[in-house]
């Protein structure tokens, strides 16, 4: 059984103490929110063990970069719109989403699934971007900074606990200050009339159909009047009454008439998570079923071509696609399946033709990026892979996709001091620098790297060590293990 995202975090938050270094001041004890500066630090340390140590988290580049082109598009409308936001995906089937501290956003594929509309996924977003630019936790957590970093733990627990199972959020409460605790986690839901409101503006400014947020609310709640003992988790960690819904809908009602059609990469995005869901074979059984529904739906044939190419029926997932790269727009999502499938009958030179041209038509498209990289570095083209891979971490030095092709592509030709460089790269944006430092002393004793290389291992490993005393000296400031 696939472990909760956040049930691991009660592991993580409850050795919070120890980690605590990783935290700045977090502010005058009189003040009622937590700093930016702390609140973001918290997010880092979350997220970073959400990705790196569970494996509910959804690697998929292209999920994740539709995800956040809606998120940003949201957040570019919202009030508050210089406030940095991420979002992810974790693979499980509940209708969850939920803010953490510091602008991450994560969001259940159960709840994608269920959206009827693109709007209504996005009315959702909007609800968890409002929590953010509204400082919602960052208030919660600022009140607990008197009693110390202990009591900081066991209220980041709780409520971010309480967003995804209740039982973790009780088992935390217990552990901690339980009666201030179940104080502030009942304070949270007054929080959401707010979110309700200040979302319905940012989605309305944004462009999507308003109506989207009460028409999803209310099939929710429809489907907890009609199955009370599985609610919706959304429904469980976000309370919602028939007040909140009428309220919603009387401030949609006063507001301009929109009729927004869904965008073809929500449809893509909801047939790849459908077609990844299950066996290949009931999940093709399930899409067919569905097409003879609706035949002509661009997104139920890209999943069935999808869902086919994973049941191994390359010949019929091909006809299926380029059946359908004739008649609709391109997309990327098209032309990385149809990159995919040569990737599966061994023909890399093939996919790097298609990726290629996909990314003159898409040059913006990350996802596109990684999988051109990762094809030129299986056709035997690592030094095409190193270069574009080079020019575009010149602009995010921050991606971790990045950083891990360089350092295959680096293998590829043989450059083992630059291989080493790269994978160090990896473990510091993965939190880990020992293994950090441990990849760049492999470094400078490969060999291969000339003067200026060197010196740029040299000077980025006395950087690292600098930091890892600090992170030390401050651990054991705080009384946690050294």
């Given at each position: 059984m696939m472990r909760r995202p956040l049930a691991l975090?009660?592991?993580?938050?409850?050795?919070?103490?120890?980690?605590?270094?990783?935290?700045?001041?977090?502010?005058?004890?009189?003040?009622?929110?937590?700093?930016?500066?702390?609140?973001?630090?918290?997010?880092e340390e979350i997220i970073r063990q959400i990705r790196w140590h569970d494996a509910a988290y959804l690697d998929d580049p292209e999920v994740e970069e539709y995800v956040n082109g809606l998120g940003r598009r949201l957040a570019a409308a919202s009030d508050n719109p210089s406030q940095t936001f991420d979002f992810f995906v974790v693979r499980d089937p509940t209708l969850n989403a939920f803010a953490l501290p510091g602008g991450y956003i994560g969001v259940h594929t159960g709840l994608i699934l269920a959206a009827e509309s693109e709007s209504e996924f996005a009315s959702v977003l909007g609800h968890e971007i409002a929590h953010v630019t509204q400082?919602?936790?960052?208030?919660?957590?600022?009140?607990?900074?008197?009693?110390?970093?202990?009591?900081?733990?066991?209220?980041?627990?709780?409520?971010?606990?309480?967003?995804?199972?209740s039982q973790v959020s009780e088992a935390a409460i217990a552990a901690g200050s339980a009666g201030a605790l179940q104080s502030q986690l009942g304070y949270t839901r007054d929080y959401e009339r707010e979110a309700d409101r200040v979302g319905l503006q940012t989605l309305e400014a944004a462009g999507f159909d308003v109506r989207g947020m009460p028409a999803f609310f209310e099939r929710l709640q429809r489907g907890t009047r009609l199955y009370e003992s599985s609610a919706p988790a959304y429904l469980r960690t976000h309370p919602l009454t028939f007040e909140r819904i009428a309220d919603m809908e009387n401030r949609v009602s006063a507001m301009r008439y929109r009729q927004v059609p869904d965008s073809s990469e929500f449809g893509y995005v909801r047939a790849k998570l459908r077609a990844q869901a299950n066996l290949p074979a009931d999940v093709v059984k399930d899409l067919e079923s569905r097409l003879a529904q609706r035949p002509a739906d661009a997104s139920l044939r890209y999943g069935l071509a999808r869902a086919l190419m994973r049941a191994g029926r390359l010949d019929e997932a091909q006809a299926a696609l380029d059946k359908l790269r004739g008649e609709v727009a391109p997309s990327a999502f098209l032309d990385t399946l149809a990159a995919e499938i040569l990737l599966a009958r061994k023909d890399a030179a093939g996919a790097v033709r298609v990726l290629g041209a996909a990314q003159k038509r898409f040059p913006a498209s990350r996802s596109l990026l990684y999988a051109l990289a990762d094809a030129q570095i299986l056709a035997g083209t690592p030094a095409a892979a190193a270069s574009g891979v080079r020019q575009a971490l010149n602009a995010r030095a921050d991606d971790v996709r990045l950083w891990q092709l360089l350092s295959r592509a680096n293998q590829g030709l043989g450059k083992r001091t630059a291989q080493h460089r790269a994978q160090a790269e990896v473990y510091v944006l993965q939190g880990t620098l020992p293994a950090a430092i441990e990849q760049l002393e492999i470094a400078r004793k490969e060999g291969d790297g000339d003067f200026y290389e060197l010196s740029a291992v040299d000077a980025r490993l006395r950087e690292l060590k600098q930091r890892y005393r600090d992170e030390k000296r401050d651990k054991s400031r705080w009384g946690g293990p050294s």
């Open positions: 975090l009660l592991s993580l938050a409850l050795a919070f103490p120890a980690r605590a270094v990783d935290l700045p001041d977090l502010g005058d004890v009189g003040t009622s929110e937590l700093s930016t500066a702390a609140e973001k630090s918290i997010g400082r919602h936790i960052a208030q919660i957590l600022g009140k607990q900074s008197q009693a110390g970093m202990a009591m900081l733990a066991s209220l980041l627990v709780a409520i971010l606990a309480a967003r995804s199972n």
